[in-house]
């Protein structure tokens, strides 16, 4: 599944800002590539790889000459030397893990001291989730069934298919984690999501601006030197 236009923005506009350079970059939850390739332009990757469960999606990554290899990331140990990597990143991918701590613990065991790694997803603490469960609704980007789209209100639902979101974090949450695994918070960037109905767009915008209320979380860590 693709990165959403707002969230590709995000994580560019993130690595843009602290100048982020990278020889040899790893992109997990690769896709079809089409955004690993993008960061790879930016930071002027010359080694790109990419791993995914999806093996249609490998495929597709594979055209476009990303180096690929089929990963659970729950599970599995990354086929990759200790110190290895320049940047990693995970774009909209956690919240489709039971659990993060085999991504966290491999992603700081292959990234080089010094790296950088980015994740994005969803925020479960954001202001219209905060708002929604006051309301006694389902907090968005949760999802009880794979059949049915339940428990939000009528004008806010977005779900067109069953997205596989089964592990959503606040930010605090996040941060939390990355610090327990030895990463160094270096910055956050809330998303805003570009809200269809007027006012609601306006606010979304404000409060991305506070990144433990933005509808969505971009972070950029890193492996101490």
């Not at 992603?107 to 708002?131: D, E, H, K, Q, Y």
């Given at each position: 599944?693709?990165?959403?236009?707002?969230t590709?923005?995000?994580?560019?506009?993130?690595?843009?800002?602290h100048?982020?350079?990278?020889?040899?970059?790893?992109?997990?939850?690769?896709?079809?590539?089409?955004?690993?390739?993008?960061?790879?332009?930016?930071?002027e990757?010359?080694?790109?790889?990419?791993?995914?469960?999806?093996?249609?999606?490998?495929?597709?990554?594979?055209?476009?000459?990303?180096?690929t290899?089929?990963?659970?990331?729950?599970?599995?140990?990354?086929?990759f030397?200790?110190?290895?990597?320049?940047?990693?990143?995970?774009?909209?991918?956690?919240?489709?893990?039971?659990?993060?701590?085999n991504?966290?613990?491999?992603?700081?065991?292959?990234?080089?001291?010094?790296?950088?790694?980015v994740?994005?997803?969803?925020?479960?603490?954001?202001?219209?989730?905060?708002?929604?469960?006051?309301?006694?609704y389902?907090?968005?980007?949760?999802?009880?069934?794979?059949?049915?789209?339940?428990?939000l209100?009528?004008?806010?639902?977005?779900?067109s298919s069953?997205?596989?979101?089964?592990?959503?974090?606040?930010?605090?949450?996040?941060?939390?984690?990355?610090?327990?695994?030895?990463?160094v918070?270096?910055?956050?960037?809330?998303?805003?999501?570009?809200?269809?109905?007027?006012?609601?767009?306006?606010?979304?915008?404000?409060?991305?601006?506070?990144p433990?209320?933005?509808?969505?979380?971009?972070?950029?860590?890193?492996?101490?030197?």
């Amino acid at each position: 599944m693709s990165s959403p236009p707002v969230t590709r923005h995000a994580v560019l506009k993130l690595l843009k800002k602290h100048n982020v350079k990278a020889y040899r970059y790893l992109d997990l939850g690769c896709g079809d590539g089409n955004f690993t390739l993008e960061i790879a332009n930016l930071v002027e990757a010359r080694e790109i790889v990419g791993v995914d469960i999806s093996e249609q999606a490998l495929s597709l990554a594979q055209r476009k000459d990303v180096k690929t290899f089929k990963v659970d990331l729950e599970n599995d140990h990354l086929p990759f030397p200790d110190n290895y990597f320049d940047l990693v990143t995970a774009i909209e991918i956690v919240e489709h893990l039971r659990t993060v701590d085999n991504l966290l613990m491999q992603t700081f065991r292959v990234l080089r001291p010094g790296g950088f790694f980015v994740i994005a997803t969803p925020n479960l603490g954001s202001w219209i989730n905060r708002l929604l469960l006051l309301l006694g609704y389902q907090p968005m980007h949760t999802e009880p069934s794979k059949r049915y789209h339940v428990g939000l209100p009528r004008g806010v639902r977005e779900k067109s298919s069953y997205a596989g979101h089964v592990n959503l974090m606040t930010v605090k949450a996040l941060c939390s984690l990355l610090k327990v695994y030895n990463f160094v918070i270096v910055d956050k960037q809330g998303i805003h999501w570009h809200v269809k109905y007027g006012v609601l767009d306006v606010i979304d915008r404000f409060f991305s601006k506070i990144p433990s209320l933005a509808h969505d979380i971009a972070i950029l860590a890193q492996k101490p030197p």
